[in-house]
């Protein structure tokens, strides 16, 4: 039972640790993820060889970097259509999107865009419009 403890003890130390080590990764999204962010320059961030970056990030988090910043990417979208009457694809060029979002991404980001236009008939504007639940580290 003891051997459990610690074994309990010493995985979670070890995952927080882990996770500390994603901090300046996250940060650095944060702060950049209106431009384009290579693996190799993400990977140096947090001080690792691309490779191993790449495993450590889906192994801390469930997503791969990429996924990640798409989804961290979508949440700042989607929260300028609800909140801005910007040009949607201004809106896109703002949080990174240059090329217009590769098919996964235009099918998520039409299901929020069909989902506002439905949200504004129901109830004359965006106010009361739900936002998705992300979550991040």
């Known amino acids: 039972r003891l051997t459990r403890q610690f074994i309990e003890i010493f995985s979670e130390k070890k995952r927080q640790k882990n996770l500390e080590r994603l901090r300046p990764v996250i940060s650095y999204v944060q702060e950049h993820y209106q431009k ?62 240059t090329n217009y979002l590769s098919e ?18 129901i109830t004359g504007g965006y106010e009361h419009a739900e936002k998705p639940h992300f979550t991040w580290l």
Do not use: W
């Open 36 to 97: 384009p962010i290579s693996i190799a320059e993400i990977a140096s961030i947090a001080a690792f060889q691309p490779e191993y970056f790449c495993r450590f990030f889906k192994q801390q988090t469930g997503m791969t970097f990429q996924t990640y910043l798409n989804e961290f990417r979508l949440s700042k979208i989607y929260a300028d259509i609800v909140q801005t009457d910007t040009p949607i694809y201004q809106i896109l060029e703002k949080h990174g999107f």
């Open 104 to 121: 996964l991404q235009l099918s998520r980001f039409s299901s929020v865009c069909y989902n506002r236009t439905i949200k504004e008939k």
